[in-house]
């Protein structure tokens, strides 16, 4: 990756490595090689090879193959908040 | 993981557009070839920005090698390229992002595709096979396909160009190919990816890296070329 240095609403998909920063203040681990189970579509892949698009709201990232919200990730003042209501389930890298 | 304050020891134009940057990280280490780091300037209002940056050197423990390509209107680019000076200061956080990563013990062939700046985390592997010593990934075949609008555009090319045995280079010129050059400009093909030793059936690991609109044809290309696209690894980014 070398940057994504424009306006929000310019700003085109990106990979779920992308977010391996923020992420990283939420997760011990290293998020984006932990494994993510789809909850609409069953999909089951490692979370940077989702698709992250940046919003004025916060980073929405989507299944990869049937493109349901998987997770959001808002940054707030006391840290980011994430919301893996799409996700059955996530698992720790080389768990 | 925690920010670290680095500070700016070096400069470089590359290309019209393109700097090389050299900070000097206190605290940072271990970083893997493909690896890039969050960038944060902080304005005097308290206002801040972050950017990610891919690292054009990996295992230089406490410096931080990046080369950054200007988006015109946007925060954090025109500074890095035209106003950072030795000694100021910013801060970093990583090594980051496991997945689009080489690492100097893997013999398999590599296919490793740019569009323009996306060269950048393809720098930090060239850089590393070179400095592999006894790892069995100092003899990995590479094959590196940079597409540039011009030859104007091309980072690093003298460096790429080296010869360096078991490494090949292919450059695609989109707009203006240099006089004399065999193929009229014109988008990557099928036949820039195609080549003895790095097809699907060689176990070979592809890497894409370039603005989102690059990366979706050359990884269309290549899972139409066979490769599994568990084998295919992309990273996009804006300001195409």
Known sequence: ?95 | MSWHVATVVGARPLTGTARALTLSAPGFAGALPGQHVDLRLTAPDGYQATRAYSLARAGHDERVDLVVDEVPGGEVSPYLVHDARPGDQLEIRGPLGGYFVWHDDDPAPVLLVAGGSGVVPFLAMLRARRSAGQQPGRHAPFRLVCSVRAPGDAIEREEIDAPDPGLQARWVYTRQAPPGWPTPPGRITTADLTAPGFGPDDGTSVFVCGPTGFVEAAAGLLTGLGHPPGRVRTERFGGA
Do not use: I, K
């Open chain 1, 1 to 95: 990756m070398t940057t994504h240095d424009a306006p929000v609403h310019d700003r085109p998909t990106l990979d779920g490595s992308a977010l391996a920063g923020l992420l990283s203040e939420v997760y011990a681990f290293d998020a984006t090689l932990a494994v993510v189970r789809c909850a609409s579509c069953g999909h089951t892949d490692v979370f940077a090879r989702a698709t992250v698009y940046l919003t004025a709201m916060g980073a929405v990232v989507r299944c990869a193959t049937c493109t349901a919200v998987l997770l959001v990730v808002v940054e707030r003042p006391d840290g980011p908040r994430v919301s893996a209501s799409g996700a059955a389930w996530v698992q720790a890298p080389g768990g």
